[in-house]
């Protein structure tokens, strides 16, 4: 039988091995529990075998002679040995690339894997807060703190006026002093000079002539009247004070002074002005001038020669009428004398022109004086008597509503009427007699007073009493008002009764200024009501309010949670936790049985997250309701939560701390009726509130674990033919699809390196870097995938994937590496994670797929090399006739792929054989562009160089050469696609068969 082997060109490029173990993502809360017990392996291997099956038909067993029916002509023979049907690709796979490589869906050829993993992650240990029962210090209030306001009545005021006489004066007028007297002595001779003459002369002439002495006494008078009429109140005048009372007097000697002589003497020996005794003169001005009693006198006072007017003055201050007659009038008539006593000596050289001439002065006395004011004494008189009544009405508002009927009040000690009389300004008239009566309100009781008949509640004051201040104690108030329902206030009415009656004023010395000043004075009388701070209260009651004072308890919480927390924002607990609030009362009468709660409010942190209906939208309990005396009172609050709003609360060193205050305010109320507020004593309120046991379970937090990077090397173990320098693969579209599935309300950054090396050394230019969001769990504790499509491209993303494009994905393929090293930074993702403590799952499953379609670019070249073996035995049958040989393959291709090949000769040890030489420069030619089939003929021409060689083959050595034709470049591999083979054997130089050859 004659055998032709088969040929196999098997094409696999082994390109990708990412081998990952199970990667600690997340060390948040404790150590891993759980081993890596599995792998991940990212294998991309495209291969295209084409394997040329080994196909024996009977029709062409040479072991029985060759056909001698077999044309033999031209040149050469050939023998046919095989035509074979149309062979498809995946029959030229061998069953491993049948596993790695799927047909899709249009039937082109992908290699696909497969791969998935599991994560099983540590958690934070549960946190378990335990706090003891907490007790408030007891809060101690009063009954008779009912707080009824302070019963303040309004103001009392009346007045009565004082009737003052009128004391004006018919007249003040008095007479200007307006008096002159002139007095002349002639100049004669000899009289009154002393001359000496000269004889001869025609001229009488003296020298040093003296002339006088003049003297002169002169006395005068001046009348002056004053009179004034009053009325009978004014009984008679002592005094009239004046004012513009200066009185000039001048000397004026002007005339004298004119006569130029050579010398003078003037001097007023004397002059004198003599008032009655009543006058009072004073402030004497002028040379030598003074006062003695009622006189004005200058005395021995000379006068210059060079002074033409000479003056002096003085005052009138008063006139005393003390001891003067008058009966309704003043008529004051008494004359004022006056004297001059005045001397002149003078020297004189030319008497002649002084002849017939006089010395000369004039006296004058001046002075407008006016009624400055009289002191006048007044008879006693009465003042008109007054009687009258004041309504007193008053609204008592904010009366607590727990109050039926108020039936008397008892103030604090401060409480008082203060009645107060201010002065009228009568001075300096005093009250002589009289009495001041006040009918004071009946509902007012008073304390004992000077003068107040308690009984009766009238305060009777002596007119020497009327002024001042008086403080009448008030003890209490009879009410005797009941309060309708739904209002707080009541209506105090009352009348107040005065009578001033008998008020005389007694006979005084004053100003006549003062007095006329005085008219229409008034007694004012004003009370007002103070301090009426309710102490007691006889009442029929609704209810008694009670006012409970803030109480704060602290809330102190410290509980290590887990370093890697750095921020809480929020914590669910495992299951809700009971915060009790209880209250204890006593010091109660034993009457009174229940108490009751009005908006008594407890406070809570905001943080703190009760059941529905716990509370309100503050965060408050407010209590309205009774509870037993007996029984206390408790008060169940249902905790679900911590919620620390937008800013979270900040963890140190993973410890959760809490201090915060719970506060408590407000009031209760008993029932009662017809109490007196003293009947009750101190109550004593004893809140307390305890918590269970906390247990927290859901956190959302910030949660920053430290995740050291991982760094792997993969090795790849790839056929040696894909290791050969020269082999590239020009991959079109590889793509990755990663599937994770996180359990956890955490999500994960991912920054993916991978590095393709060949002997330890990286691959220029092949480095592949991406990033991956894992995103975190839309429900605890089941997978919420993340998936990822990992290509060059966005053509072709599959819906639900989301798109990493890597455009240098396929350069981590195009030179097949030895080993891969895979360099993984996790981190966690945002700042706000949640995680359950108690969840039954934490993990993370990956789920790889690797797809790779058959489809290369025009870089892509492989080498394969294979062998040929046992054909020694089955080529001695034409050996026999030839020295040389031929094999033809006529080849029909629809593959996308030029195929080339090398062939070596080899013994049977498979040893090449130096002395045959095989020629071949033909190859296996792709489909075409249209991918129909392209005919290709393939000859091999095995020629002996050494005589024997031929003898010696056993094996051809095939290295094989695929490359992609550039007109077909990107052209996927599909599973309609085939080759025809058909086989024959050629002697070039024939052969020349007889039947002896052939037995």
Not at 218 to 225: D, F, G, H, K, P
């Amino acid at each position: 039988m004659f055998l032709i082997p088969h040929t196999t060109i098997y094409q696999i490029i082994s390109v990708f091995l990412l081998y990952l173990k199970h990667i600690n993502i997340i060390k948040i809360f404790t150590t891993m529990t759980t081993k890596i017990i599995s792998r991940m392996r990212f294998i991309l291997l495209i291969g295209i075998v084409l394997s040329f099956t080994n196909c024996i038909d009977d029709e062409y067993d040479l072991s029985s002679g060759i056909n001698t029916e077999m044309s033999v002509g031209g040149d050469s023979l050939s023998f046919p040995i095989i035509q074979t049907t149309k062979i498809f690709l995946d029959s030229m796979m061998n069953s491993q690339d049948i596993q790695m490589l799927k047909r899709l869906a249009d039937g082109t050829y992908s290699f696909q894997m497969y791969d998935s993993m599991q994560m099983n992650l540590g958690s934070i240990a549960p946190v378990t807060l335990s706090i003891a029962p907490i007790s408030i210090a007891p809060i101690s209030s009063n009954f008779s703190n009912i707080e009824l306001p302070v019963f303040q009545l309004n103001p009392i005021n009346f007045e009565t006026l004082v009737n003052i006489p009128d004391f004006s004066v018919e007249s003040e007028l008095i007479k200007p002093i307006d008096v002159s007297y002139t007095q002349k002595y002639p100049i004669d001779a000899p009289s009154n000079i002393r001359r000496n003459t000269k004889s001869g002369s025609s001229k009488i002439k003296s020298e040093n002539v003296i002339i006088g002495p003049f003297r002169k006494i002169a006395n005068q008078s001046i009348t002056e009247l004053l009179f004034f009429r009053y009325p009978n109140a004014l009984k008679r005048i002592n005094k009239v004070t004046f004012k513009n009372t200066k009185v000039t007097l001048t000397f004026d000697k002007t005339n004298t002074n004119q006569l130029n002589l050579v010398s003078q003497s003037d001097t007023i020996k004397e002059f004198r002005i003599d008032f009655p005794a009543e006058y009072k003169i004073t402030m004497p001005t002028g040379l030598n001038s003074r006062i003695e009693g009622s006189s004005f006198i200058i005395k021995n006072a000379p006068l210059a020669k060079g002074v033409n007017i000479f003056t002096a003055s003085f005052y009138i201050e008063s006139l005393d009428m003390t001891d003067y007659f008058q009966f309704e009038t003043l008529n004051y008539n008494k004359p004022i004398n006056y004297s001059i006593d005045y001397n002149f000596v003078g020297v004189t050289d030319d008497l002649s022109s002084l002849i017939g001439k006089d010395v000369e002065y004039n006296v004058s006395l001046q002075a407008s004086p006016v009624v400055n004011d009289i002191e006048i004494e007044t008879n006693s008189f009465n003042s008109d008597m007054k009687s009258g009544s004041i309504s007193i009405s008053k609204i008592i508002e904010n009366i607590p509503t727990e109050i039926s009927e108020i039936k008397t009040v008892t103030f604090e000690d401060n409480a008082k009427l203060q009645i107060y009389v201010p002065d009228p300004g009568l001075n300096p008239f005093t009250f002589s007699s009289g009495i001041c009566q006040i009918e004071l309100p009946k509902s007012i009781i008073f304390k004992p007073f000077n003068g107040l008949d308690t009984a009766t509640n009238i305060l009777t004051t002596p007119y020497n009493e009327i002024i001042g201040t008086k403080d009448l104690g008030i003890s209490g108030l009879k009410v005797n008002k009941t309060i309708p329902e739904g209002q707080n206030s009541i209506l105090i009415s009352d009348e107040l009764k005065y009578t001033i009656s008998g008020i005389s004023i007694g006979s005084q010395k004053v100003s006549l200024r003062n007095v006329q000043a005085m008219n229409n004075k008034i007694i004012k009388i004003s009370g007002i009501c103070s301090g009426m701070v309710v102490k007691d209260a006889a009442l029929s009651t609704r209810r008694i309010s009670i006012d409970l004072p803030q109480k704060n308890t602290n809330i102190n919480i410290s509980r290590f949670v887990s370093k890697d927390v750095k921020r809480i924002y929020s914590a669910t607990l495992k299951t809700p936790s009971d915060v009790t609030f209880n209250i204890k009362v006593s010091n109660l009468p034993t009457s009174i049985d229940s108490v009751f709660f009005e908006n008594y409010t407890i406070k809570l942190p905001e943080y703190l997250k009760f059941k529905t209906g716990n509370i309100n939208n503050q965060n408050e309990v407010i209590l309205n309701r009774g509870f037993k005396v007996s029984e206390g009172f408790s008060k169940t609050l249902t905790l679900e939560k911590f919620d620390f709003g937008a800013t979270g609360k900040l963890l140190e060193n993973g410890v959760f701390t809490l201090n915060d205050v719970i506060s408590m305010q407000g009031k209760v109320y008993i029932k009662g009726t017809n109490l007196n507020t003293n009947e009750l004593g101190t109550i004593e309120i004893k809140p307390s509130f305890q918590l269970s046991e906390i247990s927290l379970s859901l956190i959302e937090g910030e949660i920053v674990p430290q995740i050291a990077p991982i760094n792997k090397t993969i090795p790849l173990n790839l056929p040696d033919y894909l290791k050969q320098e020269n082999t590239k693969l020009d991959l079109q579209n590889p793509v990755i699809t990663i599937q994770i599935g996180n359990s956890m309300g955490i999500g994960v950054e991912a920054d993916v390196t991978l590095i393709p090396k060949r002997n330890g050394v990286a691959i220029a230019d092949a480095t592949v870097n991406c990033h991956l969001d894992i995103a975190a769990a839309h429900q605890l504790g089941e997978s919420t995938w993340s998936k990822f499509w990992i290509s060059k491209s966005n053509e072709g993303v599959s819906d639900q994937y989301q798109p990493v494009i890597v455009p240098e994905i396929a350069n981590l393929l195009k030179i097949a590496p030895d080993e891969v090293e895979i360099i993984v930074t996790p981190i966690v993702s945002g700042s706000r994670q949640l995680v359950d403590l108690y969840s039954p799952k934490n993990t993370l499953e990956m789920k790889y797929a690797l797809n790779v379609p058959l489809d290369f670019g025009t870089e892509f070249n492989i080498n394969y090399a294979d062998t040929l073996i046992s054909l020694k035995e089955k080529l001695n049958d034409i050996i026999k006739y030839t020295r040389q040989i031929e094999v033809i393959a006529i080849i029909n291709n629809t593959i996308p792929l030029n195929l080339n090949f090398e062939v070596k000769p080899l013994n049977v040890l498979n040893q090449e054989i130096s002395g045959i030489t095989i020629e071949s420069a033909d190859s296996i030619t792709s489909c075409n562009i249209d991918g129909t089939a392209q005919k290709s003929n393939l000859n091999l021409t095995i020629k002996e160089t050494e005589n024997g060689s031929l003898d010696q083959l056993d094996a051809f050595a095939f290295k094989v050469f695929a490359t992609k034709s550039s007109t077909i470049a990107g052209m996927p591999l599909k599973v309609d696609q085939y080759i025809t083979l058909e086989i024959r054997v050629r002697i070039p130089d024939g052969i020349t068969i007889n039947q002896s050859t052939t037995n």
